[in-house]
């Protein structure tokens, strides 16, 4: 294998990883504190048709970024409506959620399907850029990949040195501990929440603005699925979500460079590697009791009643 | 329990001592070593910490709190006393602004005072204990506490790691602030809930049945601590089922029954009969003997060999060689402080969780170390788990039905089939025969409170006449009513020639009922001896480690001691001598 080969994989690898890593890290916060959104994938796909439409018709591709920020936190609201709000089944509303988003986006989408936008470009980090095989892969990208980036560093410190990422672990932990020394738990979790549904909305809009940009229905093709699977196999940590994030990136463009290389694997199969790994690191997890409880944020999923 | 009041009459009355009862000399006293915060008391002789007048709560079909008044002044350690349901925890959780009462007023430091909520109560001065901890395992102590305070306040966590340990230190409660909660003892997690408190400058401290997870020595070195902070003028709210304490600890109580104040009187020269009857409405006995067991067979019924289990997790215990045997018709109480050994211990006689060796265990000489808990049922053994709900009970599922999950035995079913009217037949026998309050048996388990659920799950499994009966803290959390009614039944049971045993944190219970009496501490079991032949200091010290395993009598003089046991609490608990 030749060092360019090699360089374009790692290229390939980020820039595969990198929707992943946006929708990951935005469930990750909201995991962290306590609720489990499984409508990824529909926040996803409202993102990806809303950020193109808006770039299309106003020809600006950073307006086309926020609004795919807002639609993300649109569908939050939805979300955080029925499940903290009213208490709705977590799991349930959850799918109900990516269904929804799809149908719509789809409905939304029809008229443009088909239409061709510029997206965005590399920009080359002056210097960095010029380092052999890494300059490539890590500072060759366009403008989105050094978002999710920085926004997972960002995230790190903030869980790592912060008060309030303090509060989220806690309330994730026990919200009702948390009310008892007077720790805002509803407020928290809408705010975890509408955070996770914005990088939804980024993740969405980096499909359809950057990696391949245009619109076709379904284009995250069980991306947010992934990113959920990242969360647990990341065991909710942000340094992990970021390996991981290119750790799947690298699988799912695997069948490619094994194609050319000559080898024949379906496609089909290695596109299941990254679900295998989860499953994998979901039954190391759970079979060690105290350890998934030190790391699983353990009120995950689980309605709050601010009384009971 | 007189040795406390009397060290405590010696040393530090007039400090303790309210002002209502003190001679003027005394005060006066209390006025020099305390400050300026009671320059308003010589000045306003009603000068209160906090008083509430006419709180009424009222909850769907309960009145939880009705017309009720409570005044404490600085430095004064008040006692709050009353029956499961008797609106207690109404009550405190209004003077911690958790729930707002319907009506009645607040005032603290003489401020009229609506508490809005916990955080509004804290800037006011007021802490809170729980009974069930509110801290965070996965966070370290320093963490956990800062997540309490404001952010300023808390200021860098390495501040208030340093404050911490001068708290600690400062009163007598030594603790790690860069240790994870997880890892603590229940004893030490009591602390950090108690600095937490501490650490924000508070002038009152609720405490919720504070002493019910610590062994006897924790209990004396909490009082220390509490009468040290009594001392420098904090006012003291404490709340306990246990009313000796009260009377050691305690200048006022207020007793509350169905929610009404039934009276308040000072602990120290009221008897503790009077106040259990004050809480009860009816004289009770309390903490009388029962009979002993007039079993003079040798058999054994159970037999505990040698039993040695690996712990789970990092949160379990480890059993390490446990050797114990119980005869029909006698009690053996298993003494402990909960997380050294307990719950390994009812699961493998429960089979919930099976032994290594099927011989560990042996129930009328066949051995059941790997038998399911099913088929242990089948030979005659019935449990009542530590956990009410979600152990001993589905909390969802009706009284009908959580009678059917242990009496399946019972001639409730039928080639696989339900028979209804009899599984309604035997829950309906639970519930008269031991005086459950519910609405019926198609109530829920989880609408039933404490007491009554407990009285029903020791009902049913009692109901199934076992020939050998595991009974997990029987009366944790149970008014004196109920839990002479659990004592009472479990004596009957004994007397029908079932072999008991019952595993509590409470001496005083384990004195009454116990015909035999071992403690655990860190996965092993003391020497077992009858309860005539021991005390509750001797079986205090076991709690707390301090025995030769009766297997290997290597060096008894070696064992001094524990750690962290000042020789002043030890004589406190010395002069705590059960007397039956």
Same mark, same amino acid.
């Given at each position: 294998?030749?060092?360019?080969?090699?360089? +374009?994989?790692?290229?390939?690898?980020?820039?595969?990883?990198?929707?992943?890593?946006?929708?990951?890290?935005?469930?990750?916060?909201?995991?962290?504190?306590?609720?489990?959104?499984?409508?990824?994938?529909?926040?996803?796909?409202?993102?990806?048709?809303?950020?193109?439409?808006?770039?299309?018709?106003?020809?600006? &591709?950073? $307006?086309?970024?926020?609004?795919?920020?807002?639609?993300?936190?649109?569908?939050?609201?939805? $979300?955080?409506?029925?499940?903290?709000?009213?208490?709705? +089944?977590?799991?349930?509303?959850?799918?109900?959620?990516?269904?929804?988003?799809?149908?719509?986006?789809? *409905?939304?989408?029809?008229?443009?399907?088909?239409?061709?936008?510029? @997206?965005?470009?590399?920009?080359?980090?002056?210097?960095?850029?010029?380092?052999?095989?890494?300059?490539?892969?890590?500072?060759?990208?366009?403008?989105?990949? *050094?978002?999710?980036?920085?926004?997972?560093?960002?995230?790190?410190?903030?869980?790592?040195?912060?008060?309030?990422?303090?509060?989220?672990?806690?309330?994730?932990?026990?919200?009702?501990?948390?009310?008892?020394?007077?720790?805002?738990?509803?407020?928290?979790?809408?705010?975890?929440?509408? $955070?996770?549904?914005?990088?939804?909305?980024? @993740?969405?809009?980096?499909?359809?603005?950057?990696?391949?940009?245009?619109?076709?229905?379904?284009?995250?093709?069980?991306?947010?699925?992934?990113?959920?699977?990242?969360?647990?196999?990341?065991?909710?940590?942000?340094?992990?979500?970021?390996?991981?994030?290119?750790?799947?990136?690298?699988?799912?463009?695997?069948?490619?460079? &094994?194609?050319?290389? @000559?080898?024949?694997?379906?496609?089909?199969?290695?596109?299941?590697?990254? *679900?295998?790994?989860?499953?994998?690191?979901?039954?190391?997890?759970?079979? +060690?009791?105290?350890?998934?409880?030190?790391?699983?944020?353990?009120?995950? @999923?689980?309605?709050?009643?601010?009384?009971? | 329990?007189?040795?406390?009041?009397?060290?405590?009459?010696?040393?530090?009355?007039?400090?303790?001592?309210?002002?209502?009862?003190?001679?003027?000399?005394?005060?006066?006293?209390?006025?020099?070593? #305390?400050?300026?915060?009671?320059?308003?008391?010589?000045?306003?002789?009603?000068?209160?910490?906090?008083?509430?007048?006419?709180?009424?709560?009222?909850? /769907?079909?309960?009145?939880?709190?009705?017309?009720?008044?409570?005044?404490?002044?600085?430095?004064?350690?008040?006692?709050?006393?009353?029956?499961?349901?008797?609106?207690?925890?109404?009550?405190?959780?209004?003077?911690?602004?958790?729930?707002? /009462?319907?009506?009645?007023?607040?005032?603290?430091?003489?401020?009229?005072? =609506?508490?809005?909520?916990?955080?509004?109560?804290?800037?006011?001065?007021?802490?809170?204990?729980?009974?069930?901890?509110?801290?965070?395992?996965?966070?370290?102590?320093?963490?956990?506490?800062?997540?309490?305070m404001d952010k300023r306040e808390a200021g860098s966590l390495k501040d208030l790691a340093r404050r911490i340990e001068e708290i600690s230190s400062h009163y007598g409660?030594?603790?790690?602030?860069?240790?994870?909660?997880?890892?603590?003892?229940?004893?030490?997690?009591?602390?950090?809930?108690?600095?937490?408190?501490?650490?924000?400058?508070?002038?009152?401290?609720?405490?919720?049945?504070?002493?019910?997870?610590?062994?006897?020595?924790?209990?004396?070195?909490?009082?220390?601590?509490?009468?040290?902070?009594?001392?420098?003028?904090?006012? !003291?709210?404490?709340?306990?089922?246990?009313?000796?304490?009260?009377k050691a600890l305690c200048d006022r109580a207020t007793v509350l029954r169905h929610g009404k104040i039934a009276g308040t009187c000072d602990p120290k020269t009221t008897?503790?009969?009077?106040?259990?009857?004050?809480?009860?409405?009816?004289?009770?006995?309390?903490?009388?003997?029962? %009979?002993?067991?007039?079993?003079?067979?040798?058999?054994?019924?159970?037999?505990?060999?040698?039993?040695?289990?690996?712990?789970?997790?990092?949160?379990? #215990?480890?059993?390490?060689?446990?050797?114990? %045997?119980?005869?029909?018709?006698?009690?053996?109480?298993?003494?402990?402080?909960?997380?050294?050994?307990?719950?390994?211990?009812?699961? !493998?006689?429960?089979?919930?969780?099976?032994?290594? %060796? =099927?011989?560990?265990? #042996?129930?009328?000489?066949?051995?059941?170390?790997?038998?399911?808990?099913?088929?242990?049922?089948?030979?005659?053994?019935?449990?009542?788990?530590?956990?009410?709900?979600?152990?001993?009970?589905?909390?969802?599922?009706?009284?009908?039905?959580?009678?059917?999950? #242990?009496?399946?035995?019972?001639?409730?079913?039928?080639?696989?089939? !339900?028979?209804?009217?009899?599984?309604?037949?035997?829950?309906?026998?639970?519930?008269?025969?031991?005086?459950?309050?519910?609405?019926?048996?198609?109530?829920?388990?989880?609408?039933?409170?404490?007491?009554?659920?407990?009285?029903?799950?020791?009902?049913?499994?009692?109901?199934?006449? =076992?020939?050998?009966?595991?009974?997990?803290?029987?009366?944790?959390?149970?008014?004196?009513?109920?839990?002479?009614?659990?004592?009472?039944?479990?004596?009957?049971?004994?007397?029908?020639?079932?072999?008991?045993?019952? !595993?509590?944190?409470?001496?005083?219970?384990?004195?009454?009922?116990?015909?035999?009496?071992?403690?655990?501490?860190?996965?092993?079991?003391?020497?077992?001896?009858?309860?005539t032949e021991t005390s509750i200091n001797e079986v205090g010290q076991w709690m707390a480690g301090v025995f030769t395993n009766p297997e290997s009598e290597a060096s008894?003089?070696?064992?001094?001691?524990?750690?962290?046991?000042?020789?002043?609490?030890?004589?406190?608990?010395?002069?705590?001598?059960?007397?039956?």
């Amino acid at each position: 294998m030749d060092m360019d080969l090699i360089t +374009n994989i790692l290229f390939a690898m980020v820039r595969t990883g990198t929707p992943l890593l946006l929708v990951a890290l935005g469930e990750l916060v909201c995991e962290k504190s306590g609720v489990l959104n499984l409508g990824q994938e529909g926040m996803m796909l409202m993102g990806a048709v809303i950020g193109f439409i808006a770039a299309i018709t106003t020809g600006s &591709l950073i $307006f086309g970024v926020i609004m795919s920020l807002i639609v993300g936190m649109a569908m939050a609201l939805l $979300f955080g409506l029925l499940v903290i709000q009213l208490r709705a +089944n977590q799991v349930a509303t959850g799918l109900a959620l990516t269904i929804f988003g799809a149908g719509l986006s789809a *409905y939304v989408g029809t008229d443009y399907i088909g239409q061709a936008l510029a @997206g965005f470009q590399p920009v080359l980090i002056p210097l960095l850029s010029d380092i052999p095989v890494l300059g490539k892969a890590l500072f060759s990208q366009d403008i989105l990949v *050094y978002c999710s980036l920085g926004i997972a560093l960002a995230i790190w410190l903030f869980f790592r040195f912060s008060r309030p990422g303090l509060v989220v672990k806690a309330i994730g932990e026990s919200p009702h501990s948390a009310t008892a020394v007077g720790l805002p738990v509803i407020l928290t979790r809408w705010l975890a929440l509408l $955070f996770g549904g914005a990088m939804a909305g980024l @993740g969405g809009a980096y499909l359809s603005l950057a990696y391949t940009p245009l619109w076709a229905e379904g284009m995250t093709a069980g991306r947010g699925w992934i990113a959920l699977a990242l969360v647990v196999f990341a065991s909710w940590k942000v340094e992990r979500v970021l390996l991981g994030a290119w750790l799947f990136g690298l699988a799912s463009i695997m069948h490619l460079v &094994l194609q050319g290389m @000559g080898a024949s694997i379906s496609s089909n199969l290695l596109a299941t590697l990254p *679900y295998l790994a989860t499953i994998i690191v979901l039954v190391l997890l759970s079979s +060690n009791q105290s350890r998934s409880r030190l790391l699983a944020p353990m009120s995950l @999923g689980k309605p709050y009643h601010p009384t009971g | 329990m007189n040795g406390i009041i009397k060290k405590n009459k010696d040393k530090s009355s007039e400090i303790i001592m309210p002002a209502s009862h003190e001679p003027e000399s005394s005060r006066s006293l209390r006025l020099e070593s #305390t400050g300026a915060v009671f320059e308003n008391s010589r000045s306003d002789n009603h000068f209160y910490r906090i008083r509430c007048e006419g709180i009424t709560k009222v909850y /769907p079909g309960v009145v939880a709190n009705d017309q009720v008044s409570l005044a404490i002044q600085p430095g004064e350690i008040h006692a709050l006393l009353g029956e499961n349901g008797a609106g207690k925890s109404t009550l405190m959780k209004i003077l911690y602004g958790v729930t707002q /009462p319907d009506s009645g007023h607040i005032w603290f430091d003489g401020q009229p005072q =609506p508490l809005k909520s916990p955080a509004h109560a804290r800037r006011l001065g007021i802490g809170m204990v729980f009974q069930h901890f509110s801290l965070f395992e996965t966070l370290t102590v320093v963490e956990n506490i800062a997540l309490s305070m404001d952010k300023r306040e808390a200021g860098s966590l390495k501040d208030l790691a340093r404050r911490i340990e001068e708290i600690s230190s400062h009163y007598g409660m030594p603790i790690d602030p860069h240790r994870h909660v997880h890892s603590l003892s229940t004893g030490e997690r009591q602390r950090v809930e108690i600095i937490r408190c501490l650490v924000q400058d508070i002038s009152l401290l609720i405490l919720d049945e504070p002493t019910s997870v610590l062994t006897p020595q924790e209990v004396s070195s909490l009082f220390a601590t509490l009468r040290k902070l009594a001392a420098e003028g904090c006012s !003291l709210l404490f709340i306990s089922h246990k009313l000796q304490e009260v009377k050691a600890l305690c200048d006022r109580a207020t007793v509350l029954r169905h929610g009404k104040i039934a009276g308040t009187c000072d602990p120290k020269t009221t008897s503790t009969e009077d106040m259990a009857s004050m809480m009860v409405g009816s004289q009770t006995t309390l903490g009388q003997r029962y %009979s002993f067991s007039s079993n003079k067979v040798e058999d054994k019924r159970l037999a505990v060999q040698g039993l040695t289990e690996a712990a789970l997790g990092d949160f379990g #215990t480890a059993l390490q060689d446990i050797h114990f %045997s119980v005869k029909p018709g006698e009690i053996l109480g298993i003494a402990g402080v909960a997380g050294n050994g307990q719950k390994e211990l009812i699961q !493998l006689l429960s089979g919930e969780r099976l032994a290594t %060796s =099927p011989d560990f265990i #042996t129930l009328d000489d066949q051995a059941i170390g790997k038998l399911t808990p099913g088929k242990r049922r089948r030979l005659g053994m019935a449990v009542v788990p530590e956990e009410r709900l979600g152990r001993g009970a589905v909390p969802d599922m009706s009284l009908s039905e959580n009678g059917l999950l #242990t009496g399946f035995l019972q001639n409730l079913v039928s080639r696989g089939f !339900l028979r209804q009217r009899r599984i309604h037949g035997f829950a309906n026998d639970v519930i008269s025969n031991f005086r459950v309050k519910a609405h019926g048996n198609l109530a829920d388990a989880k609408s039933l409170s404490g007491g009554n659920l407990q009285k029903f799950i020791i009902g049913r499994e009692i109901l199934q006449n =076992p020939k050998l009966l595991i009974c997990a803290s029987p009366t944790w959390g149970v008014d004196v009513g109920a839990a002479n009614l659990i004592h009472q039944s479990l004596i009957d049971l004994r007397d029908k020639g079932t072999a008991i045993v019952v !595993l509590s944190e409470d001496l005083d219970e384990l004195f009454q009922v116990s015909d035999r009496i071992g403690a655990l501490c860190h996965g092993k079991l003391s020497p077992v001896k009858p309860v005539t032949e021991t005390s509750i200091n001797e079986v205090g010290q076991w709690m707390a480690g301090v025995f030769t395993n009766p297997e290997s009598e290597a060096s008894e003089q070696a064992y001094a001691l524990p750690r962290g046991v000042e020789p002043e609490m030890e004589q406190n608990i010395q002069e705590k001598e059960f007397t039956p």
